[in-house]
């Protein structure tokens, strides 16, 4: 989980599927700890382990709501 933040919204790829990239969320429900992270699947219900995908990139977004929820730095 090197690199990411709790809250923060990346483009990632399944890595054992062929499937188009997703917008994934850096969730802390099950626990602050990052071994407690998850990865929430943006339009699904599903929060899956980070090292089932590949994260490209970080999505930086300035809207005021997103930027209240989306704590960290930005690249």
């Not at 929430?40 to 995908?53: K, L």
Request: proline content about 7%; aromatic content about 10%.
């Amino acid at each position: 989980m090197s690199g990411m933040e709790p809250g923060g919204f990346y483009w990632a790829v399944e890595k054992h599927e062929d499937t188009r990239a997703t917008i994934v969320h850096v969730s802390t429900v099950f626990g602050e700890d990052p071994e407690y992270w998850t990865l929430a699947v943006i339009g699904s219900e599903q929060h899956r382990m980070p090292d089932e995908f590949v994260i490209i990139s970080r999505i930086k977004c300035d809207h005021p709501e997103v930027r209240a929820r989306n704590v960290g730095p930005t690249v």
